[in-house]
């Protein structure tokens, strides 16, 4: 075979790999994910903020870079700390993964490599984010500025996913405020008040979305047990199914719950993917699932208090609007 023709054969082989990954997963799945990493920072960034940490109990605004004390002392990571959330990160193998408690993508890289990303803007060092496999087309969308109540809590981070084309999905990455994952919401300790306060900024969100007939879905770190709370709860006041599209699946709903390492005491889901009407008609029945640490690796490697759901959804099925 002649040089040239080997050239032109190579380029066509280029040109048809490049095609495909601008089409998103080959399979016609797609992979999604949330996963918060707890405190999630690049070692460069880390020690600067460990020799400014703030004391235990002292406020930390969301307009500053500060760490607490408590977390600079028992959560700096090394690069083999880094390498083992890698590893479980080739194991989760998803398309896309909403990301909390994370410092921006220089932090992110370093478990999601081959990935890109999307952060939200707010100064203090826990953001919101997406990692979105190479080759998915997408969209960063802007902050969503309401769920933060002025920055006192987490920013919502907005995805579009195949933006422009019939098969388009928005997503959030929310991480609502802790401490309240049962009791009534807007009433009692701080916790449940604050929690309360970003309810409607977060049905506002879902609204928005299901007026204008889109599909969507809402990933993250809720800390709010959605499929044992009351019924009066936050799950209540979001899958109220007005407009149509707002009638919610849960991706959680009656699977079965399993700790990240062995000997955790929790007995309930908080973190969720929550998806639209349509797009939940989409999911694949059995693909729910939760990426465990062993219990070597939860004791020889600072790892998350956390670990990652996921499950997959019909991409071909949403092309052909079924």
Not at 11 to 23: I, K, P
Not at 30 to 50: G, Q, R, S, V
Not at 95 to 105: A, C, F, H
């Amino acid at each position: 075979m002649s040089l040239a023709r080997s050239l032109v054969l190579l380029a066509c082989a280029l040109t048809a790999s490049n095609a495909r990954a601008d089409t998103g997963p080959p399979t016609g799945l797609l992979k999604l994910a949330t996963w918060n990493l707890e405190w999630l920072i690049a070692p460069a960034a880390f020690k600067p903020l460990k020799s400014s940490c703030v004391p235990a109990g002292a406020p930390v605004t969301g307009d500053r870079r500060r760490l607490p004390c408590d977390v600079a002392q028992r959560l700096e990571r090394s690069a083999r700390d880094f390498a083992v959330l890698a590893r479980y990160a080739r194991q989760l193998d998803a398309d896309v993964i909403s990301l909390q408690e994370v410092d921006g993508p220089q932090a992110a890289r370093l478990v999601f490599p081959d990935y890109a990303f999307c952060f939200t803007g707010r100064p203090h060092v826990q953001n919101n984010g997406f990692a979105i496999r190479a080759g998915i087309p997408y969209r960063c969308g802007p902050d969503h500025l309401p769920l933060s109540l002025g920055d006192s809590v987490r920013r919502g981070a907005e995805l579009v996913l195949f933006p422009g084309e019939p098969r388009e999905i928005r997503l959030l990455s929310v991480h609502l405020k802790s401490g309240c994952p049962e009791k009534p919401l807007g009433t009692g300790d701080r916790a449940c008040r604050e929690l309360g306060r970003q309810l409607p900024a977060l049905e506002s969100w879902i609204d928005v979305q299901a007026r204008a007939g889109r599909r969507f879905g809402v990933l993250g770190d809720f800390n709010r047990e959605l499929t044992t709370e009351r019924r009066a709860g936050l799950w209540a006041r979001i899958n109220d199914g007005n407009p149509p599209e707002a009638n919610l699946v849960n991706a959680a709903e009656g699977q079965r719950f399993r700790n990240c390492v062995p000997g955790q005491g929790y007995a309930a889901y908080i973190d969720h993917i929550v998806l639209s009407r349509t797009l939940g008609a989409t999911l694949v029945p059995g693909t729910f699932g939760r990426v465990t640490y062993s219990a070597a690796d939860a004791r020889r490697a600072k790892l998350s208090d956390h670990c990652p759901v996921a499950v997959s959804v019909h991409v071909s099925q949403i092309a052909a609007g079924r």
